[in-house]
């Protein structure tokens, strides 16, 4: 995507210079509410994107746009591209912070929808426009995002709290340098993209010191713009930068085929992601090519992954009953009997209310869910006897994700037939 940055900074209104953000962390990724062109939509927080990009918008009609021509759009993915519209002079605002003249890229496939894999409304994308001018400070533990001025005032409050590490910002996104403790420390330069819930990725084929390790296995690593990114997943010994190490994370290792479509800066061997920042609590300064940081209560959490081989979405909603008790007055002191003479017992009746179906998105070959007979489309209906409607979809994947080899007692619908199937979480990293 080539776009011509001559846009309005985010500014604050008359009075204000810091505004605090309501957020949501799910799967150690940031959603945040703006509203466009006077609509409230919920974004995904990206420092690994430069443009703003909407998508998921049919139940949202509402949304104007002006200026807008048709493109096409390319980005991670197997995908060559996806169709789009590409609109200016849009207004974004967010609660005493506004930015006029926004140009906003607009995905028109429906097959790209982050709601169904993230569980909540998901709307569209934002990155450099909302980190470029002022100070945005991340706290993933207690979910709070803070934007202030970036004045030395507030700089000089940071730097009392948090670690500065030097990072650059090349073509509008933020890198900094890291080591990777494979067969040899091999020195890595990465991006730092808060939009990918891993911990981090290397790419192949970029550096002889650079291999994915004997021990691994081939893995959906997720969707960009361009469809379904597939790739492998291993342990490396040790991952370091400045000050901070980390012993045996997990690293995902994208194929060359979705990759393609990315534009590269010199040098650049992959990515550092959610699963790593959401240790700290982090502040972004772009303006001086600064990453301020501080350790959380998450800073020691091993690595794990999901080792049912199972990717679920969101499937639609379905209404479910629910008995509610009823609460009567008596009219009488002592017991009450019905017109049959016999004790009245306590009456119930039922509320019915809106619950999320789901279903399995994606098998891992070979993995335990594959080797069990699951099979994709099958929507799940019970897990390990809890109705899956009980669950949020960050629960499920967090239970999959185990530490412990835990048995799943999977129910599932398939084919108008209800269906049971067991299988455990093994590690084979």
């Keep these: 995507m080539n776009s011509v940055f001559a846009q309005d900074d985010f500014v604050f209104d008359k009075g204000v210079d810091k505004i605090n953000v309501p957020i949501k962390v799910i799967n150690n990724l940031i959603f945040m509410p703006i509203e466009v062109n006077g609509v409230e939509l919920n974004f995904l927080l990206d420092t690994g994107v430069e443009e703003i990009v909407l998508f998921s918008l049919e139940d949202n009609p509402n949304v104007k746009f002006y200026n807008s021509e048709k493109i096409n759009l390319r980005g991670l993915g197997s995908k060559e591209s996806v169709e789009g519209l590409k609109t200016t002079n849009n207004i974004l605002s967010i609660q005493g912070l506004k930015a006029m003249n926004q140009l906003v890229y607009v995905i028109l496939d429906e097959s790209f929808n982050l709601s169904s894999q993230i569980g909540i409304p998901v709307n569209g994308i934002i990155g450099y426009q909302f980190f470029k001018d002022n100070l945005v400070s991340i706290n993933y533990a207690k979910k709070k995002l803070v934007v202030s001025k970036n004045n030395e005032a507030n700089i000089n409050k940071i730097r009392k709290k948090y670690n500065e590490i030097p990072i650059t910002v090349e073509k509008h996104k933020p890198y900094l340098l890291a080591n990777v403790f494979m067969d040899k420390e091999v020195s890595v330069k990465l991006l730092i993209d808060n939009g990918n819930s891993d911990s981090f990725w290397l790419f192949q084929n970029l550096s002889e010191d650079v291999k994915v390790p004997s021990k691994n296995f081939d893995d959906f690593l997720g969707k960009g713009f361009s469809g379904d990114i597939e790739g492998k997943r291993a342990r490396v010994s040790k991952f370091a930068f400045d000050k901070y190490s980390f012993d045996n994370p997990i690293v995902a290792f994208p194929?060359?085929?979705?990759?393609?479509?990315?534009?590269?800066?010199?040098?650049?061997?992959?990515?550092?992601?959610?699963?790593?920042?959401?240790?700290?609590?982090?502040?972004?300064?772009?303006?001086?090519?600064?990453?301020?940081?501080?350790?959380?209560?998450?800073?020691?959490?091993?690595?794990?992954?999901?080792?049912?081989?199972?990717?679920?979405?969101?499937?639609?909603?379905?209404?479910?009953?629910?008995?509610?008790?009823?609460?009567?007055?008596?009219?009488?002191?002592?017991?009450?009997?019905?017109?049959?003479?016999e004790k009245a017992k306590d009456n119930f009746k039922y509320k019915f209310s809106l619950k999320p179906i789901y279903e399995i998105s994606n098998i891992r070959k070979n993995s335990p869910a594959d080797l069990c007979g699951l099979e994709v489309g099958d929507v799940v209906v019970s897990i390990n006897k809890t109705p899956v409607y009980n669950y949020s979809l960050e629960k499920i994947n967090e239970m999959f994700k185990s530490e412990e080899e835990k048995w799943i007692n999977l129910e599932i619908e398939r084919n108008g037939q209800v269906m049971g199937f067991r299988f455990q979480l093994l590690d084979i990293l």
């Design 255 to 341: 194929d060359s085929a979705s990759v393609r479509s990315v534009r590269m800066v010199q040098n650049r061997m992959g990515s550092i992601g959610g699963g790593i920042l959401k240790r700290f609590s982090v502040v972004f300064d772009y303006k001086n090519e600064k990453l301020y940081l501080k350790k959380n209560s998450d800073f020691g959490e091993p690595f794990t992954y999901n080792k049912s081989g199972l990717e679920i979405q969101h499937h639609g909603l379905q209404w479910v009953p629910e008995t509610v008790k009823l609460e009567t007055v008596p009219i009488s002191v002592g017991t009450t009997y019905n017109s049959a003479g």
